[in-house]
């Protein structure tokens, strides 16, 4: 993982969290692809190149455990690991998901720390690409507070 | 590596918002501009900011109600508020500070000092977080 960035796909119908979840993530050096329902993630790529899928759970069309349980079906040559995402946070939910074969939960509003914790869970190894936007920052001088991608990994 | 700071702008004057939203990008933050309470809830349900500066003086609910009600919400309690108001006048650094902000600006901002103030208000932020973390 040296050259390419890392791929994960964001599927929500909220335009607001789709969006400045994708920012985050891209700041942080990942490739993002976004899918506002079921349909239209279960008609992207998988096989390719995703190697996470956020999930929100209240989607039209399908929900996301349906959407999940299509996914899971699907003969995917390497696993994609699922993060669910909800405002939701009943057990119902959170059981329901699990069920289905999330990896990891997370309850909206996104708290960005544990987002940006979750996904280096899910997706462990090298840390990704360096985004262009953080090279710029870093260009400008300015401080973020650090995570040593190592130390932080040591916690899972 | 930790990622882009998102900056929720409250503010309904557009130039307002321009200029600070020019200063603070030209810095490395993300800002997302909301011209109401009602807007910024919108955004406030999908992520939570690394922090608000909140115009006081909104159309609609105004800032100092908008800052009590975040303040009392359990995902926007932490979020640290920074109050922006176009007085100068006595009595409303006070009235910020008792409604729950960390800090305060006057308008016009000074593109100078400006990012560097937010800056200011999150690394505090970030250190009474860790102190808390310490101490539980």
């Known amino acids: ?156 | 590596m930790s990622g882009v700071e998102i900056v929720l702008l409250i503010e309904d004057n557009e130039a307002n918002s321009m200029l600070a939203t020019a200063v603070l990008e030209r810095e490395g933050f993300h800002v997302e501009v909301a011209s109401s309470a009602a807007e910024a809830n919108r955004l406030l349900r999908a992520v939570i900011p690394a922090v608000i500066l909140m115009d006081i003086q909104l159309p609609g609910e105004d800032g100092l109600t908008f800052t009590r009600e975040l303040k009392s919400g359990r995902a926007t309690s932490r979020i640290p508020i920074v109050a922006l108001t176009a007085h100068a006048m006595g009595g409303d650094r006070e009235r910020a500070l008792e409604a729950g902000c960390q800090g305060y600006m006057s308008k016009p901002i000074d593109t100078r000092t400006f990012a560097a103030q937010v800056r200011q208000v999150l690394e505090g932020s970030h250190r009474s977080t860790e102190e808390e973390g310490a101490a539980s």
């Open chain 1, 1 to 156: 993982m040296t050259s390419a960035s890392r791929r994960i796909l964001v599927v929500d119908d909220d335009p607001a969290s789709n969006e400045l979840v994708a920012y985050f993530l891209k700041s942080l050096g990942y490739n993002v692809a976004i899918a506002a329902d079921g349909s239209r993630a279960l008609n992207m790529d998988l096989d390719d190149d995703i190697e996470l899928v956020i999930l929100d759970v209240h989607l039209p069309e399908y929900d996301g455990d349906e959407v999940l349980l299509m996914l899971r079906e699907r003969q995917i040559s390497r696993p994609v690991k699922v993060l669910a995402l909800t405002a939701d946070e009943s057990d119902e939910v959170r059981e329901s998901m699990q069920s289905a074969g999330a990896d990891g939960f997370l309850t909206k509003p996104v708290d960005l720390d544990v987002l940006r914790d979750e996904v280096s869970r899910l997706m462990p190894g090298e840390s990704q690409v360096e985004g262009a936007l953080h090279r710029r920052m870093r260009e400008r001088g300015v401080t973020s507070r650090s995570v040593d991608p190592r130390s932080a990994l040591r916690r899972f």
